[in-house]
């Protein structure tokens, strides 16, 4: 998948969401090419299952991502490997270990959480036509809030301050190679960095704690758990993390 990104870049001092924004800029068709909202800062950012997302004014990089598509509706969860990937590829230009995807797209730095993508497609029938990437990463923030996962920075994970426009253009330049290299090189590598692959962990699966192995992550974006007596497919609101 071809796709130019660099062209229209629309920066805002304040703005609801990016995601927000992007949704606006669509409505209105003020693009008709792959377009870039980012922000310095959001009123009411937004992550998975509606969660809010908590950034500092001009810390961290707040980003939304539109691009025009024709994909079908069961290969949705592509957008989540390819974009979760690419940030994956910014934190290792930077020379970041211990990296890992939670599923379905939280970034990872030593277990704490760095970033977080929220996607909201816009289909029509069986085909997904366009879609927005929401990025919240972490860059020079160095004080968070409280969470169920304790949040981290590339600051605080390497006590050097980082410029947020040049994490934005490597994070472009990132998602645009990334969407041109191959479904099963993507899919592999999704997997090759997947939390807790492969180990067993516990988590809460019907108001009960269970210890189970992550296994996979099935085409359509379902959590694969093996478990005592079987394996069964997640959806993110069916099944919490306790590792």
């Not at 810390?59 to 974009?83: A, G, M």
């Not at 304790?150 to 006590?159: D, H, P, V, Y």
């Not at 998602?175 to 590598?189: A, P, V």
Request: hydrophobic fraction near 35%; glycine fraction near 4%; aromatic fraction near 10%.
């Amino acid at each position: 998948m071809k796709v130019e990104l660099n062209k229209n870049i629309i920066h805002f001092k304040e703005v609801n969401s990016t995601n927000e924004t992007a949704r606006k800029y669509l409505k209105e068709n003020k693009f008709q090419d792959d377009f870039v909202i980012t922000a310095d800062f959001q009123k009411s950012g937004k992550g998975q299952l509606l969660n809010s997302w908590n950034s500092e004014r001009g810390k961290n990089l707040l980003i939304s991502i539109v691009l025009n598509l024709d994909i079908n509706v069961t290969n949705q969860f592509y957008l989540n490997i390819v974009s979760s990937l690419s940030v994956i590829d910014v934190l290792e230009k930077h020379n970041f270990k211990n990296l890992s995807i939670k599923w379905p797209n939280d970034i990872l730095i030593n277990k704490k959480k760095v970033g977080g993508i929220l996607i909201q497609n816009f289909v029509k029938q069986d085909k997904i036509l366009q879609t927005i990437i929401g990025l919240g990463l972490n860059i020079n923030q160095t004080d968070f809030a409280n969470y169920n996962r304790k949040a981290t920075s590339f600051c605080l994970e390497s006590n050097a301050s980082f410029s947020v426009n040049q994490i934005r253009d490597e994070f472009v330049k990132k998602i645009t190679k990334r969407l041109s290299m191959s479904e099963k090189k993507n899919s592999d590598d999704y997997l090759s960095y997947l939390y807790l692959k492969d180990k067993a962990s516990i988590f809460e699966v019907d108001n009960s704690i269970k210890i189970g192995i992550i296994r996979s992550v099935s085409r359509d974006g379902f959590l694969v758990l093996e478990l005592e007596d079987s394996t069964k497919k997640f959806t993110l609101q069916e099944i919490k993390y306790l590792s």
